[in-house]
T-cell receptor
Framework: EDKVVQSPLSLVVHEGDTVTLNCSYE??????LLWYKQEKKAPTFLFML????IEKKSGRLSSILDKKELFSILNITATQTGDSAVYLC??????????????FGGGTRVLVKP | NAGVTQTPKFQVLKTGQSMTLQCAQD?????MYWYRQDPGMGLRLIYY???????DKGEVPNGYNVSRLNKREFSLRLESAAPSQTSVYFC?????????????FGPGTRLTVL
């Protein structure tokens, strides 16, 4: 059974702080790891990582994958109130017949205060 | 380009009633998914369809049925609703072929079963 654990469950920071979100996983036939941001509605895609040691960056967000130790980190620097959301980690399988299933972690709720 | 659409957005049912949640995508994706999300939890897969003409159970299929009507549409049916099915339901789609399995989500249906 695939397992995904995200930590911390929640955190509160002030604008300008840096946050680090953790995701550990155990997934059969691992293909990639995706990060999503969920505000009040549907999750929106942030990153996809497929290789270890490759850091993806998009503005103030960055993420890295360690396929040996089976974890990923999402960093947000210079946080803004608009970063307040639940961040979901989702490893995906290399299994086309199974429709490329993702297994979602429980998420980390981030609240950025002014 | 609408992406993934879902109807209805909100629904209140009484225990024992039935209903069908509709989902459609216009991205020519092969794979479609139904998730539920309970308060404070991540997304749990109910059913998925790897390609037109196939459906398979996910993590929490009990009490649900699905129909992949055609490549665009994937419906979720509750035959006899129970209070435990109160949740937010998300439909998603992804392209099966290629190295990426990013899923795109619809806006969700908030279902309350009394």
């Amino acid at each position: 059974e695939d397992k995904v654990v995200q930590s911390p469950l929640s955190l509160v920071v002030h604008e300008g702080d840096t946050v680090t979100l953790n995701c550990s996983y155990e997934v059969t036939n691992f293909r990639s790891l995706l990060w999503y941001k969920q505000e009040k509605k549907a999750p929106t895609f942030l990153f996809m990582l497929t290789s270890s040691g490759i850091e993806k960056k998009s503005g103030r967000l960055s993420s890295i994958l360690d396929k040996k130790e089976l974890f990923s980190i999402l960093n947000i620097t210079a946080t803004q109130t608009g970063d307040s959301a639940v961040y979901l980690c989702a490893p995906g399988r290399d299994d086309e017949a199974a429709g490329n299933k993702l297994t979602f972690g429980g998420g980390t709720r981030v609240l950025v205060k002014p | 380009n609408a992406g993934v659409t879902q109807t209805p957005k909100f629904q209140v049912l009484k225990t024992g009633q039935s209903m069908t949640l509709q989902c459609a995508q216009d991205m020519n994706h092969n794979s479609m998914y139904w998730y539920r999300q309970d308060p404070g939890m991540g997304l749990r897969l109910i059913y998925y369809s790897a390609s037109e003409g196939t459906t398979d159970k996910g993590e929490v299929p009990n009490g649900y049925n699905v129909s992949r009507l055609n490549k665009r549409e994937f419906s979720l049916r509750l035959e006899s609703a129970a209070p435990s099915q109160t949740s937010v339901y998300f439909c998603a789609s992804s392209a099966t072929s290629g190295p990426y399995n990013e899923q795109f989500f619809g806006p969700g249906t908030r279902l309350t079963v009394l």
